[in-house]
């Protein structure tokens, strides 16, 4: 018999092997429109959604006090997988990977100039170690004027504001409904690029479009799983597991092998995001992981 701990540790695996194949359909599809993408990720994405709504509330399941906030939640989310999808297309499968586990220190940042929080010096240290990261792993874009590297820290910016809403968000809002609004928004947002030309899928594209919207939601749900059942300092370093998926899908698909700033880069922003989430744990500050 597995313990809690162990059960939740697999479903963070679970979770980040769903977001790689997400992840790799994305790029695979590059030949389709980005909002086409957007509404198929979201559209069948609603599927796992709507089975976890219980039975009793069938018919409230949408009704909220903190329209407000949702909005912002789902207009965050929305632009931030919208950066991350344009990105996925354009750079290295683990270049974009690397760039979005800088989400925390933004997440930091937003904190102290929005919340008004006192962060200390092993967090600050934590951010410029990270920043030093990135910079090391965009410092080609520079080099080749690749613009598409500001994508993915666009992705994390936004990223910030999602997880601050869902902190706040979480107190009173089931999951279910949290994600609801956000699938909707980004949808339809989707849906608005009709008129600007989407392209027609063969059977295989079809599936690829369907499983993308499916496979997303899971990962998400596997997520939330495996912070409910398991401590969140033994789940939480399960996502760093995405850069291995993504350097191997990278090389088999694509023909991609990370450079070694990349590597580096991305072992300095782990690093950071770590003593970051090391900190918040002991702070007692609720764990938020969102995605997409």
Known sequence: ???KNQIGVLYGIASVACFAMMDACVKWLDQFPVGEVLFARFFFGLIPILMLVPRN???TFYK??????????AISGTLAIIALFIALRKIPLADVVSLTFGGPIFVTLG?????????????WSAVFIGFVGMLLIIKPAYEEL???YVFPIIFCIFFACVALSIRSLSTSEPNYRIALYFSVLSMLVGLCTLPFGWVMPNKFELFLLIFTG?????ANILLTISLRVAE??????TKYLNLVFAILLGYFIWNEIPRVLTLIGAGLIITSSLI????ETKLKKQIVSPRS
């Not at 904190?111 to 967090?123: H, P, Q, W």
């Not at 969140?232 to 370093?237: D, G, N, Q, R």
């Not at 970051?276 to 900190?279: D, K, L, Y």
């Open 64 to 73: 909220t006090t903190r329209p407000k906030l949702h909005a912002f939640r």
């Open 214 to 218: 499916i496979i997303g939601s899971v």
């Open 146 to 148: 690749n613009i598409y």
């Open 111 to 123: 904190s102290i100039f929005f919340l008004s929080e006192k962060v200390g010096i092993r967090r």
């Open 232 to 237: 969140a300092s033994l789940v939480t370093p």
């Open 1 to 3: 018999m597995l313990t």
């Open 276 to 279: 970051i989430f090391m900190r």
């Open 57 to 59: 509330e069938l018919k």
